[in-house]
């Protein structure tokens, strides 16, 4: 794995990245890797992370006081401060962690980025674009299990920056190098987090160690 200072970010690009690094989110994404883990675990596994991310990522939304009537007296308690947040999953595999987040934020709207990667250029190509109507009002949280080159989360960004969006998150389970630098350098207010920060890209642009194909291992579409 790799370290996130050894990774040549800028002071400013590193304050927008976290790794997290939770040992209840190492476990579960060395359960991931590990390919013998089935679809059905896997599956529970993405969604599972991406609640953990989500609590990571929603750190700073802004609290408000309530009064709360417990059945012993009344105390002024706190809840979020009435923030809109959509989730957008970049498709396929980023369907995968949407119901982890609905699970922490039920009220979120879901948009969805169609984007797949060309197996000889790994150059992302979009296919579908649905956002809620007020998604420029909105916090934006997309997921995507994957981050290698960075190409399909840069086009994801840079769809969302056109349609208005001003705080956009990154929810990635594992990330290399690559992309994370690219990410990063290619938008200037992103925020970008990861369960785990790998080595390197190999030749077809794969992580390494990584985990596979996560959007085969989630829809079970491995081919033998
Ligand atoms: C995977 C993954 C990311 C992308 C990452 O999707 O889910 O979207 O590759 O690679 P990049 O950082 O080099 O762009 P893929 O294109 O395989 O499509 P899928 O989700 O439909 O399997
Ligand atoms: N997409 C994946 O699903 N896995 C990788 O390692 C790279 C891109």
Known sequence: MAQLDAIGLTPEQRARMTVVDHPMVQHKVAILRDESTGTKQFRDLVRELAMFEGYEATRDFPLEPVEVTTPLETCTCHKIAGKKVAVVPILRAGLGMVDGILDLVPAARVGHIGMYRDPETHEPHEYYCKLPEDVDKRTCLVVDPMLATGGSAI???????????SDVR??????????????LEADPGVRLYTCALDRELNDHAYILPGLGDAGDRIFGTLQP
């Open 155 to 165: 086009a994801a960004i840079d769809y969302l920056r056109r349609s208005g969006v």
């Open 170 to 183: 990154l929810l990635v389970l594992v990330a290399a190098p690559e992309g994370v630098r690219a990410v």
